[in-house]
């Protein structure tokens, strides 16, 4: 099959389109036919050796997979050969960016017809890692204010969607026009371009109290000034960070506010049940609908791992082999 190397770390032109041995499933692993491969900003942190997993080399990039099933291992009861999934595959850091992909069975899922492939590339990470920050993180519930930074990205939008479909006032920010435009379009019931200057002060005005759940995209810009418009025993997740910051911790004291971390891959089998069949909900009543923001051929993976990391975020970036 095709798949992307890396076999050394460093910039984006590491990424090789080669010739690899076809993967076989474990016991209880499925292998995926790959219609679609997303593209996370952690792909690009792993392919230079800066982030904290550091797989031994050389590794196929990728943890966003959507297809077909191609082959179930002999312990797999819960889906058969030919269904259409989305999933995550974690084997050698990653292993998305490929024809074919080999996902643990509890990583996989089933994707409606209603939802392309391109759409179920951005379910796994995006979604996932949305639905954990919302309600296992930050105890989100309905009537809470939540403020979704970056809400332009990937899971900026799922994160959107998700709050607003379960009853939260939703803030989002993002950094042109036609971010601003697709955020509205997704549900935010106020969008600020934080381009702006000032522009945290409109959101002081729009709350009047502040914001009860923060979702951090950019922690090393933000986050100090996240704790300025949290309202009492507000909670700020951090979800993205590319760097240091220094804070004022004297802020978190009077409002009894939380600063909680979280990466999508720490979920447990509990969790995933609990996020997958939530999203599987959203799926089936329409109120989750990933937005592609860009569709390139698997060869151009470096031209990929540049965009994602792009300002102006807008929608996903998938692979399409």
């Not at 024809?99 to 979604?127: I, K, N, T």
Request: with cysteine.
């Amino acid at each position: 099959m095709k798949a992307i190397l890396v076999r050394e770390f460093g910039g984006p032109e590491v990424l090789k389109l080669e010739d690899v041995p076809d993967p076989s499933p474990g016991a209880r692993q499925v292998l995926v036919r790959v219609r679609a491969a997303g593209v996370n900003p952690a792909d690009t942190y792993i392919r230079n050796g800066a982030y904290t997993l550091k797989p031994a080399l050389p590794y196929t990039p990728g943890f966003d997979v959507a297809g077909i099933v191609e082959r179930v291992g002999s312990e797999v009861t819960r889906l058969r050969t030919g269904a259409r999934v989305y999933g995550e595959t974690l084997a050698h850091g990653g292993g998305a960016y490929a024809e074919l992909a080999v996902c643990d069975e509890d990583r996989v899922h089933p994707l409606p017809d209603r939802v392309s492939f391109q759409q179920g590339a951005g379910l796994g990470v995006p979604y996932g890692t949305a639905w954990r920050a919302l309600f296992i993180r930050a105890q989100a519930k309905a009537g809470d204010i939540v403020l979704v930074h970056g809400a332009s990205g990937g899971v900026g939008i799922a994160a959107v969607q998700i709050a607003r479909a379960h009853g939260m006032r939703v803030i989002g920010t993002a950094g042109t026009e036609r971010g601003v435009a697709l955020v509205r379009a997704q549900g935010a019931h106020n969008v600020l371009n934080h381009r702006e200057p000032g522009y945290l002060k409109r959101l002081v005005e729009l709350t009047g109290h502040g914001v009860d759940i923060v979702l951090e995209m950019l922690a090393n810009v933000n986050l100090d000034h996240d704790l300025d418009i949290l309202a009492f025993r507000g909670r700020v997740v951090i979800v993205g960070n590319r760097g240091r910051i220094e804070i004022d911790p004297r802020k978190t004291m009077g409002k009894d506010a939380a600063i909680l971390g979280m990466t999508q891959f720490n979920a447990d089998p509990a969790e995933l049940r609990q996020i997958h069949a939530g999203i599987a909900a959203g799926l089936e009543n329409g109120t989750l609908n990933p937005v592609v923001g860009k569709e390139l051929p698997l060869a151009q993976a470096a031209r990929a791992q540049v965009a994602v990391m792009e300002p102006g975020a807008y929608g996903k970036i998938v692979l399409v082999p």
